[in-house]
């Protein structure tokens, strides 16, 4: 059993800057994060493998985020905020390079980040 636990979000406004933490308190192999808005579905943002690349990004957020991580931390450094990336961000993991929230084991509890115009 991972537990993971995540931190680091907040309220900026448009244009301004974010930097999740997710800490693991076991093994894992690949980590990612994920949001969601109210409304909508769970989506990826990012992946990460133990050791990565290989890396993945959603279309939506190419070339703003960065993620990164090391044994036990994963962390996604967010620049350029929108107003549409509002929403709550969970970290994840589990054993396959996957996009797919369906592919993941273990989540954490959620952090919010909220992005005013």
């Known amino acids: 059993q991972v537990q993971l636990v995540e931190s680091g979000g907040g309220s900026v406004e448009a244009g301004g800057s974010l930097r999740l933490s997710c800490a693991a308190s076991?093994?894992?192999?690949?980590m990612g994060w994920f949001r969601q808005a109210p409304g909508k579905e769970r989506e990826g943002v990012a992946v990460?493998?133990?050791?990565?690349?290989p890396l993945w990004y959603a279309d939506s957020v190419r070339g703003r985020f960065a993620i990164s991580r090391d044994n036990t931390t994963a962390y996604l450094q967010m620049n350029s905020l929108k107003p549409e990336d509002t929403a709550m961000y969970y970290c994840?993991?589990?054993?396959?390079?996957?996009?797919?929230?369906?592919?993941?084991?273990?989540w954490g509890q959620g952090t919010q980040v909220t992005v005013s115009s």
């Open positions: 990460i493998l133990r050791g990565g690349p």
């Open positions: 076991g093994y894992t192999s690949t």
């Open positions: 994840a993991a589990g054993r396959l390079f996957s996009s797919r929230f369906s592919d993941y084991t273990y």
